[in-house]
């Protein structure tokens, strides 16, 4: 199943996948006029700011072919997605365009990754390794001290760019960074809505791969095709399938989605960064730029890493009615299943629903067994349709 | 060749502190159980907390780490394995963190070691790694406790050698905006202890027990000093890892200043009687991660095999090296959160745990390294890599182990032992036969 071909008609998906499917020609297109790069590891990267000194940002991406470097310098506890995100970086193949690398509080690896990357920085000087920065904000807890502590990060940051790019980042430039922003996760808003509930016209596949695609192209221009898009979208048949909240191990490319696909299952929202958790939430235009930045992180879904147990059972069920979903699917790579500790109480509301749980474990990435997870996914399908 | 030996699980007890340790702690539990019985509120802390405030406000409390061992010792691995699959959670990761949790899960918890952990009033904790956050908010649930987070901030600061500054210059290495950020913490903390239990945290009280942990830890510290120095060494970790541990626990309290230097007086002794541990020692080594507390017997069979002297591990080095910090008066609250915001670095953050375990492979005249890489930690990250190449680049041939050491069940005894026999065979002993 996968992209249908009314999908791959569109014009504007085209563009998306073009640039999916071959980011270092996209993020070279970005450069054409010279701009500097900043790599962004982590879901919590004010990218507002980078663009407001003039500076393109970019969501680094796994490495999913060999990973010498991964296999080398990692422990054997780092999941598949932070050994793909590290060779990236390692690997050397985007030295030439990663002049800043920044990663985020996201996740309790990804401040390791920071220190490991540090360090090898520091001991092997001849490596080409970008200018690394972390950006510590305090996710978990949405009290004044989190508060207080983001907005001072956040004015750290500006400070630290505002060297990097050498000139002042005002007030006004952050403004116009976060009003493009805003309309861009509009936009992907607005379109993402068209997944949703019975009347959902489109794949997982399809939506990871145009959304994950318009990371890659200048903010204006990507706002423009996820709107054309989603207008065209409007048309397309009805995905009969069943619809799924997807949580667990973040997927970078389609091949998971794409494979439930094929097996009755359809995605139709993610609390992940490649996805739908990526524009939940505006930042505030009606107060200074700095303290809008800040708090947004207050905002948003929370995520698995950085959630409570608590907030995630409230809020899973509550978006899973939201999006019209049917169940939940728990997608966890190897030695990254901390997801188990926010199950069993999202289960005691989700089983009030009526709502079943796919829990897949021990997975990687790429996938080992395609074969076994079909029958996995083929059986779930036919498990909550027969009982519906 | 192999000698058939039956490894129980019993420890060597050579030295007679162990002994006061070891008996101290049921007794200071039974007190504790009947202050807590009596109306008293009761704090239940990650050993990664200041414990140093609660002991000098007088709230009782236990340290979940230190329960996790009694636990362990007691053989309750598989009680808790059970308790926490019936609530629907997997009972293979994150097993050692979890144990507490399952504790709280326990409606017999009476039948526990010493009559079972009385229920917790408060709960103190700082940030840790996700799982280990969502297993302490279950926790904090299932006891019906009030919860204290301290927030963490990353390390931005590398110092070369941090040990040479730690004791004078800990504002240095630590870092202002991270040393500010942890005093404030300290004094939320502090803030909200006062609130919950009604007591006040007397300032001189403070500096008092601070002084205390200064001279406790120096005790580790000459302690640790002799064994460095001293071939063959007086005592191995099997000797001295439970007197360690258990007057840690009691940081900042006069018994547990005895206690250090009651250790530190019978090692001096033995070693000035040219006691050895290992009569026949031949070679030292050093073990890095978490002790195998449910096993410490594992270590003989080196001892008497190859003279192999396990003499060093991170309990007494840390207590040696991590907790010092003198000058406490001028602001006692700031210099504790240095203290504390740096403990984990130590372990966890390069360059600070290579360099700490490479120094301490010199002073301690080590001939190699074992390294316990836990199996079922999704976070476990130390740079493990960085940490071998620097010991291998020194000159210190190391061998990794990877296991669950909180799980018995799960311990492979011929796997662990055949490892340490090729480090010590094939790495170490050409080497020095080379020499
Ligand atoms: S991942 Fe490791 S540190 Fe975290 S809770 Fe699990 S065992 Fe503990
Ligand atoms: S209550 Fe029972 S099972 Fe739970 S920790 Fe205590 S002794 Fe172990």
Redesign the pocket.
């Known amino acids: 199943m996968s992209e249908r071909s009314c999908v791959l008609e569109s014009a504007a998906y085209s563009e998306l996948k073009k640039a999916f499917e071959n980011k270092r020609e996209a993020i070279a297109d970005l450069r054409k006029e010279g701009k500097k790069t900043v790599f962004m590891l982590g879901d919590d990267v004010p990218e507002e700011i980078i663009m407001a000194a003039g500076m393109i940002p970019v969501r680094l991406f796994g490495c999913h072919g060999p990973r010498p470097n991964a296999d080398k310098y990692l422990e054997i506890s780092f999941g598949a997605l932070w050994r793909g995100l590290f060779e990236t970086v390692m690997s050397g193949e985007y030295a030439d365009m990663m002049d800043y690398l920044v990663l985020s509080n996201s996740s309790d690896i990804i401040q390791k990754l920071f220190y490991y990357l540090t360090e090898i920085k520091r001991t092997e000087p001849n490596r080409k390794l970008p200018v690394i920065e972390y950006v510590d904000y305090l996710l978990m807890h949405r009290d004044f001290r989190c508060q207080e502590r983001n907005l001072r990060e956040t004015k750290e940051f500006i400070e630290k760019v505002e060297k990097w790019s050498g000139k002042k980042i005002t007030d006004e430039a952050l403004s116009e960074a976060i009003k493009v922003c805003n309309e861009y996760k509009q936009a992907l808003r607005a379109f993402s809505s068209l997944r949703y509930g019975a009347d959902s016209r489109i794949n997982g596949s399809e939506a990871l791969t145009a959304i994950a695609g318009s990371f890659y192209l200048d903010k204006k221009q990507a706002t423009k095709l996820i709107k054309n898009l989603a207008k065209e979208a409007e048309s397309w048949p009805k995905v009969d399938a069943l619809k799924v909240l997807y949580t667990g191990s973040m997927q970078e490319t389609a091949e998971v989605y794409e494979l439930m696909e094929e097996n009755g299952i359809n995605v139709i929202t993610e609390d992940k960064l490649f996805g739908d958790r990526y524009a939940d939430c505006d930042t505030d235009e009606t107060i200074p730029p700095a303290r809008a930045i800040s708090s947004r992180y207050h905002n948003r879904f929370p995520s698995s890493e950085r959630g409570t147990v608590k907030e995630r059972a409230r809020c899973i069920p509550e978006r899973i009615t939201e999006v019209g979903a049917e169940a939940l699917v728990i997608f966890m790579n190897q030695k990254d299943e901390?997801y188990i500790w926010d199950a069993p109480k999202q289960k005691i509301e989700l089983d009030k629903m009526g709502i079943k749980i796919l829990t897949i474990e021990d997975q990687y990435y790429p996938l080992r067994d395609k074969a076994e997870l079909a029958v996995k996914f083929a059986q779930f399908a036919e498990t909550v349709k027969g009982g519906n | 060749m192999a000698e058939e030996k039956n490894y129980e699980t019993r420890s060597v007890k050579k030295l007679n502190t162990p002994k006061l340790t070891g008996a101290y702690q049921k007794e200071w539990f039974m007190g504790l159980r009947a202050r807590i019985e009596a109306g008293e509120p009761f704090a239940f802390v990650g050993a990664n907390t200041p414990m140093e405030i609660l002991q000098a406000m007088d709230i009782p409390f236990v340290v979940n780490q230190w329960w996790t061992a009694i636990c362990a010792a007691k053989q309750m691995g598989p009680r808790f394995y059970d308790l926490l699959e019936q609530a629907g959670y997997r009972n293979d990761?994150?097993?050692?963190?979890?144990a507490a949790y399952a504790c709280s899960l326990d409606n017999k918890r009476e039948e526990g070691p010493w009559g079972g952990l009385p229920n917790p009033t408060l709960l103190i904790n700082a940030e840790?790694?996700s799982?280990?956050m969502k297993?302490e908010e279950l926790m904090t649930e299932s006891f019906g406790a009030d919860s204290f987070r301290i927030h963490h901030y990353h390390q931005d600061v590398i110092t070369e050698n941090w040990w040479e500054k730690s004791l004078y210059d800990w504002e240095e290495l630590v870092g202002k905006k991270r040393i500010d950020f942890y005093e404030n913490e300290l004094r939320l903390l502090i803030s909200f202890l006062e609130n919950k239990t009604g007591r006040k945290l007397d300032m001189n009280r403070l500096v008092e027990t601070l002084n205390n942990v200064n001279e406790q830890e120096g005790y580790f510290r000459k302690t640790r000093d002799i064994i460095a120095k001293t071939v063959p060494a007086p005592v191995t970790v099997t000797d001295t890892v439970n007197a360690v541990m258990q007057s840690q626990w009691h940081r900042g309290t006069r018994w547990g200043v005895e206690m250090a230097k009651s250790l530190y007086e019978e090692v001096k002794d033995l070693a000035e009687r040219s006691v050895a541990a290992v009569p026949n020692e031949k070679i030292r080594i050093l073990w890095i991660g978490r002790g195998l507390w449910f096993n410490l017997a594992f270590y003989q069979h080196f001892e008497e095999k190859f003279g192999a002297a396990f003499i060093w591990t991170m309990y007494l080095g840390l207590a040696a090296d991590g907790y010092l910090r003198y000058n406490v008066e001028e602001n006692p609250i700031r210099s504790l959160a240095s203290r504390f915001s740096f403990l984990e670095d130590i372990l966890h953050v390069p360059p600070f745990n290579n360099q700490w375990f490479v120094k301490e492979a010199i002073n301690n005249q080590i001939d190699g390294v074992v390294f316990l890489v836990?199996e079922?930690?999704?976070?476990?990250g130390d740079f493990s890599y960085n940490i071998i190449r620097s010991l291998e680049e020194a000159g210190f041939p190391v061998c990794v182990l990877r296991a669950d050491p909180a799980d018995a069940k799960k311990w492979s005894q011929e796997n662990m032992v055949a490892a340490v026999e090729d480090l010590i065979e094939n790495r170490i002993l050409p080497k020095k036969n080379g020499r």
């Open positions: 901390s | 990761i994150c097993s050692y963190c979890a840790s790694c799982s280990g297993i836990p079922n930690c999704m976070n476990n």
